[in-house]
């Protein structure tokens, strides 16, 4: 069993596209029998400063196994790209989502 951390487009795409893909990837995982942390709930709180936000979310890609990163074609999250980045950085496996032609920085050097 392993923890599971979902980066992805929170507030830069649709809010179905965010639903659709971390309702699935929530039902796959725990299905599973894997941990999910997903940053979308630390979010929806209201009355957390963005700082908050940030050390949480960097808390649970600490924690993580394993991050997905949804980098589909669609807005790009910066952050998301950042939380992907970070995990590789710090030798978190990183699974991409999507199709990295339409994301040519991930071929980039090693790329993650």
Same mark, same amino acid.
């Given at each position: 069993?392993?923890?599971?951390?979902?980066?992805?487009?929170?507030?830069?795409?649709?809010?179905?596209?965010?639903?659709?893909?971390?309702?699935?990837?929530?039902?796959?995982?725990?299905?599973?029998?894997?941990?999910?942390?997903?940053?979308?709930? %630390?979010?929806?709180? %209201?009355?957390?400063?963005? #700082?908050?936000?940030?050390?949480?979310?960097?808390?649970?890609?600490?924690?993580?196994?394993?991050? *997905? *990163?949804?980098?589909?074609?669609?807005?790009?999250?910066?952050?998301?790209?950042? #939380?992907?980045?970070?995990?590789?950085?710090?030798?978190?496996?990183?699974?991409?989502?999507?199709?990295?032609?339409?994301?040519?920085?991930?071929?980039?050097?090693?790329?993650?």
């Amino acid at each position: 069993m392993a923890s599971v951390y979902l980066a992805g487009p929170i507030s830069t795409a649709k809010a179905l596209d965010v639903i659709v893909w971390r309702t699935t990837a929530h039902r796959l995982l725990l299905a599973a029998g894997h941990d999910i942390f997903d940053p979308v709930v %630390n979010e929806l709180v %209201n009355g957390v400063s963005l #700082e908050d936000i940030r050390r949480t979310d960097l808390r649970m890609v600490d924690e993580a196994d394993l991050v *997905f *990163f949804d980098a589909r074609p669609g807005p790009m999250s910066l952050g998301a790209a950042w #939380e992907a980045g970070y995990a590789h950085a710090k030798g978190i496996p990183v699974v991409i989502i999507g199709d990295v032609q339409y994301r040519s920085w991930l071929k980039s050097g090693e790329g993650i």
